[in-house]
Antibody, heavy 118, light 112 residues
Framework: QVQLVQSGAEVKKPGASVRVSCTTSGYTFTQYYIYWVRQAPGQGLQWMGWINPNSGDTKYAQKFQGRVALARDTSISTAYMDLSGLRPDDTAIYYC???????????WGQGTMVTVSS | DVVVSQSPLSLPVTPGEPASISCRSSQSLLYSNGYNYLNWFLQRPGQSPQLLIYLGSTRASGVPDRFSGSGSGTDFTLKISRVEAEDVGVYYCMQALHIPYTFGQGTKLEIK
């Protein structure tokens, strides 16, 4: 079955960077976009950007421009989210999601908790 | 950014009764291809969100038919014909036409 399995929880100091991985299985990785969304503790959902795993093209929310970079490794069907210049308000669960088509976010990863604290 | 507003924010429902959630967008979500780029998700406690409805009114695979989505342009509604205990959680709508894609604040459904 289709699965998106994310890397484990991270604790980082302010100013550091973090990489979250999203390993996919059960479908052809290059056929569907991967989205990234985050959720601060007890808060709602915030779209960060997407990557086209086939071409590597990316689109980011302006809020994160310059701090976020999405990448992929097609040889291992894995997408990555790099976030730099971490601040305490970046503390959140980060989700990767498959876009089945037409921005239909049908399969979500289990989430990765990133904590930013001095 | 497009503002997406949900109401109510809290929804206590008796099992077996219907429920309805409204989602309003500050800009039209109707694209020239005739589709409305509006998704509905349910986030059960401690879980990742799951897709319920996409393109405004199409049920996702495996979603019970007691869930339905309707609306066009700026006004959308999610209806549950008969609420069951497993429907407890936070419901989010999300507009996927205007970048940055944005979510509503969430509606917490609880069982009375």
């Amino acid at each position: 079955q289709v699965q998106l399995v994310q890397s484990g929880a991270e604790v980082k100091k302010p100013g550091a960077s973090v990489r979250v991985s999203c390993t996919t299985s059960g479908y052809t990785f290059t056929q569907y976009y991967i989205y990234w969304v985050r959720q601060a503790p007890g808060q709602g959902l915030q779209w960060m950007g997407w990557i086209n795993p086939n071409s590597g093209d990316t689109k980011y929310a302006q809020k994160f421009q310059g701090r976020v970079a999405l990448a992929r490794d097609t040889s291992i069907s894995t997408a990555y989210m790099d976030l730099s210049g971490l601040r305490p308000d970046d503390t959140a669960i980060y989700y990767c999601i498959r876009d089945l088509a037409g921005r239909t976010l049908d399969i979500w990863g289990q989430g990765t908790m990133v904590t930013v604290s001095s | 950014d497009v503002v997406v507003s949900q109401s109510p924010l809290s929804l206590p429902v008796t099992p077996g009764e219907p429920a309805s959630i409204s989602c309003r967008s500050s800009q039209s979500l109707l694209y020239s291809n005739g589709y409305n780029y509006l998704n509905w998700f349910l986030q059960r406690p401690g879980q990742s969100p799951q897709l319920l409805i996409y393109l405004g009114s199409t049920r996702a695979s495996g979603v019970p038919d007691r869930f339905s989505g309707s609306g066009s342009g700026t006004d959308f509604t999610l209806k549950i014909s008969r609420v069951e205990a497993e429907d407890v959680g936070v419901y989010y709508c999300m507009q996927a036409l205007h970048i940055p894609y944005t979510f509503g604040q969430g509606t917490k459904l609880e069982i009375k």
